[in-house]
């Protein structure tokens, strides 16, 4: 990212309370070893299981020969 998670969503006009993110530049391909990743992950998987949160939006970016793949919570 090149701004915060805050700036970034009100440049599209994206709003929410307290917004959370997860960042991963993968060494694996599919989904399921991603999100296997990601749960194995304690920080990450209590952000995906918290309540607080109600949406999500994923993004998955190959750039220079990697795979970035980011999750943000809202």
Known sequence: MYRTLQETMSRFGISGSNPSENL????????????TRFQANE???K??????YTSVGIAVVEKNGYTYVVEIYL
């Open 43 to 45: 920080s990450s998987r």
């Open 24 to 35: 991963w530049k993968a060494t694996v391909k599919s989904a399921d070893e991603i999100h």
């Open 47 to 52: 952000t995906r299981m918290a309540n607080a």
